[in-house]
């Protein structure tokens, strides 16, 4: 079992940045890819980023790519998400996530842990 928690959330103003953390605890995240997510009420729940246990490979979405930015620290067993330039839009839950599975992927359902998230509100 691993366990996630999420910190670093907190009311920025757009254009801003933020890092978020993932603390892992019960074993070592060396062996998983890790992603980011994040949902909004009443919206399904959104692919950001991802890393690759091997060479770290990282994938973004669209919609994170040149802005944020997906790294791990296997020795502290943390994974972060630099966000910059946020957007009004993007007040949003963010969660961590470890998958099994140690290629990146943006499916949910690829993952086997989860955080319990992070609150992230952007303000004009």
Request: charged fraction near 15%; proline fraction near 1%; include cysteine.
């Amino acid at each position: 079992q691993v366990q996630l928690v999420e910190s670093g959330g907190r009311l920025v103003q757009a254009g801003g940045s933020l890092r978020l953390s993932c603390a892992a605890s019960g074993r070592t995240i060396s062996g998983y890819a890790m992603g980011w997510f994040r949902q909004a009420p009443g919206v399904e729940r959104e692919f950001l980023a991802a890393i690759s246990s091997i060479n770290s490979r990282t994938y973004y979405a669209d919609s994170a790519k040149g802005r944020f930015t997906i790294s791990r620290d296997n020795a502290r067993n943390t994974v972060y998400l630099q966000m910059n330039r946020l957007k009004l839009e993007e007040t949003a839950v963010y969660y961590c996530a470890a998958s099994n599975i140690q290629t990146v992927s943006t499916r949910t359902t690829a993952y086997d842990y989860w955080g319990q998230g992070t609150q992230v509100t952007v303000s004009s």
